[in-house]
């Protein structure tokens, strides 16, 4: 069964540090998300991507997020300058369809759990 | 704003009975509402979902309701199994994201 793959599973960093986390999505899916989740907290939604540009992204998504798809198959995260806060579980998505219509369902990742010293 | 929750924080079911699970959401414009299942260590995992147009829908072991009037939502799990243990999260999609609730963690007691 296709599923959405996240590398590293495990990432610590310094404060102000860059980091880059990676997703490969379900190959057929065009729709593409990622949401985190502070530890004993809901799972919060960060930003959506379609046809190579973001469609909706949420006031967590300032600017020191970024986000890309490099290839056909990537998906990537970066935090420019990592945070104390920035410390949680980071979860790629994907789907194969738009909100409303058919195959809006959205297939995570494993997660790459991240801590910011 | 708009949120989505969950009644209660932790369940604990005797193994082989039924399960609820409940969820309330404030949003009346909400039209599609999704339980996902997360295991310790690992991302939601989907188990089943329903648009606003019915008011159940039937899965393996597990039926979701819906009731616009009263913005609520249950899934039930029959006949539990150990595997069932994991925190529930009902989620509502719109506008491409999906707003989670905060989750029941269903322990499920040999």
């Known amino acids: 069964e296709p599923e959405v793959t996240q590398t590293p599973s495990h990432q610590v960093t310094q404060m102000g540090q860059e980091v880059i986390l990676r997703c490969v999505p379900i190959s057929n899916h065009l729709y593409f998300y990622w949401y985190r989740q502070i530890l004993g907290q809901k799972v919060e939604f960060l930003v959506s991507?379609?046809?190579?540009?973001?469609?909706?992204k949420s006031e967590i998504f300032d600017d020191q997020f970024s986000v890309e798809r490099p290839d056909g198959s990537n998906f990537t995260l970066k935090i420019r300058s990592t945070k104390l806060e920035d410390s949680a579980m980071y979860f790629c998505?994907?789907?194969?369809?738009?909100?409303?219509?058919?195959?809006?369902?959205?297939?995570f990742g494993p997660g790459t759990r991240l801590l910011v010293l | 704003g708009e949120s989505v929750g969950l009644h209660l924080p932790t369940l604990s079911v005797q193994e082989g009975d039924n399960s609820i699970i409940n969820c309330a959401y404030s949003?009346?414009?909400?039209?599609?509402f999704i339980w996902y299942k997360q295991e310790s260590g690992k991302g939601p995992q989907f188990i089943i979902d329903?648009?606003?147009?019915?008011d159940k829908r039937q899965g393996q072991r597990v039926t979701v309701l819906l009731n616009k009037t009263v913005k609520h939502l249950s899934l039930q799990i029959a006949a539990t199994q150990p595997g069932d243990s994991a925190v529930y999260f009902c989620a509502e999609n719109s506008n491409e994201k999906l707003t989670f609730g905060t989750g029941t963690r269903l322990t499920i007691i040999p």
């Open positions: 991507f379609y046809n190579n540009e973001i469609s909706e």
């Open positions: 949003n009346s414009a909400s039209d599609y």
């Open positions: 329903i648009r606003s147009n019915m």
């Open positions: 998505a994907s789907s194969d369809g738009l909100a409303g219509g058919p195959g809006e369902t959205q297939y």
